[in-house]
């Protein structure tokens, strides 16, 4: 995992996606075909997803998290994700890896998630 320690808080940031790789945005794509049940927006968008490492491989690692560590479906997202991933072409090998720092807000969420929630 690529982390950096906050230099103010002390607390680990997740680096960013290396939006260059060709299989990038397919597998944006994917993620925004992942749902979390109890709200009605793709986990993409929520700002659930926090990186999306692909190597020259063609292997996908997703650094994530839920909104809550409590999350109904915390065991079964990390596969649905993995699942949708894998199905796009090229693609050789998804881990998904759920972490919990830093902690999911609202604040994460993409305008067209706050929109569709009603928020703006």
Known sequence: MTQA???VEGTPLIAPSSTDHPLHEQAVEACR????PEIPVNIYDLGLVYTIEISE???VH???TLTAPGCP?????PGWVQEAVAGVAGVR???VELV???PWGMEMMSDE???ELGFM
Request: aromatic share 8%.
């Open 5 to 7: 320690p906050d230099p």
């Open 33 to 36: 075909s992942v749902y979390d």
């Open 57 to 59: 491989e063609n292997d």
């Open 62 to 64: 997703i650094i994530m």
């Open 73 to 77: 479906v915390a065991g079964e997202m």
């Open 93 to 95: 090998n998804v881990t």
């Open 100 to 102: 919990w720092s830093p």
């Open 113 to 115: 998630a706050r929109l």
